[in-house]
């Protein structure tokens, strides 16, 4: 009830700095009616409790199998020169988004997915497995940098934490950690044609200097300027970037901007209140799971949000639902220490 009456106020206050501070208030009502629905998907999961270990399995298979096509349709669109399920990255030639909102949005899903994978019991090692491998070519399908990035530092995390994780998956995740620093940077000059564009993208992993990375830099800055008097407390409205700035990352459109960093995102449209109530929010879940599912996820999410803000999309309410009806029979709580059994994974 503390989360729900939370969320229902940064919902009320969202309509208040629309109301006061949007230039056109009309245009972020869509936006509104999102939250409204996702605060009623969070109360519909209220009673997810005896379904919970059934739907995060749900929720990884349904991932990892998106993480399969988006493969695929790269594949198809590399070598064949097939536009199914893929969208423009100049230039680094098509990233899968397969039936998803966008690229970024399905390497986020992935990436959130497979560290809950990572984090819940499966019946044979094999399996989890096969789930990271799924997972890191789905990512790489999507030319999603900071997905990748999250990924790894979340494994990571948990492998440290833990002290625990299955030797291939554990090898795996060093290898793709090694080649973004030290392997894909040496062969970018001459790696095939077909694969120069990926290679290309990866190899800038972390390039806020140039390209994307220097543009949303610029949006951030932007956003910072915006900022004075009133909006620190208050916030300029829902959603209303864009209707101040346009699209940085596509020069010379009329598109409308938007912040894809998601703290940057929230201050600015309602302010340090609703950073104060989406803060309780976190603390409430935070206490409701075990150190290292919070840490790792909350790693991995506020990383993908660099990228692009999945706060509007139903993976963020479910994941809140599903941590807070957490038990002490459930999966989660299975792993507040290390799995010795051949069945963990």
Not at 114 to 126: D, E, H, I, M, T
Not at 260 to 285: C, K, R, S
């Amino acid at each position: 009830m503390q989360v729900l009456a939370a969320l229902t106020a940064f919902l009320v206050l969202n309509i208040v700095s629309t109301a006061l501070q949007a230039p056109d208030p009309g245009r972020s009502v869509s936006i509104l009616g999102w939250i409204a629905l996702d605060i009623a998907l969070f109360a519909a999961l209220a009673d997810i409790r005896p379904y919970r270990d059934q739907m995060i399995r749900i929720g990884v298979v349904t991932s990892m199998f998106a993480a399969a096509l988006a493969v695929v349709v790269e594949a198809l669109a590399t070598f064949a020169g097939t536009t199914i399920g893929v969208q423009l990255d100049p230039p680094f030639g098509h990233a899968a988004y397969v039936l998803s909102y966008e690229a970024n949005t399905l390497a986020s899903s992935i990436a959130i997915w497979a560290v809950v994978a990572a984090l819940v019991r499966w019946p044979r090692r094999g399996i989890q497995y096969a789930l990271q491998l799924l997972a890191i070519a789905g990512i790489v399908a999507t030319h999603t940098r900071a997905a990748l990035i999250g990924y790894v530092g979340a494994m990571a995390l948990i492998a440290v934490w833990r002290r625990w994780l299955p030797i291939p998956v554990l090898a795996t995740i060093g290898v793709v950690a090694a080649s973004l620093v030290f392997v894909v940077p040496l062969v970018t000059p001459s790696a095939p044609s077909t694969l120069q564009p990926v290679v290309s993208k990866f190899s800038h992993a972390l390039d806020f200097k140039s390209g994307n990375g220097l543009l949303r830099v610029r949006s951030w800055k932007l956003a910072a300027a915006d900022m004075k008097g009133s909006a620190y407390f208050l916030g300029l409205g829902t959603n209303s970037y864009g209707q101040r700035h346009l699209f940085t990352t596509a020069p010379g459109t009329t598109i409308p901007g938007y912040l894809g960093n998601l703290p940057l995102q929230i201050m600015y449209d309602v302010g340090i209140l609703g950073v104060v109530l989406l803060a309780f929010v976190v603390a409430v879940v935070a206490r409701a799971t075990s150190s290292i599912t919070w840490i790792a996820l909350g790693f991995v999410y506020l990383t993908c949000s660099i990228a692009t803000s999945i706060f509007w999309f139903s993976l963020t309410w479910i994941l809140i639902a599903l941590a807070l009806s957490r038990d002490d029979s459930s999966t989660d709580a299975s792993l507040r220490a290390p799995c010795t059994t051949t069945q963990a994974a």
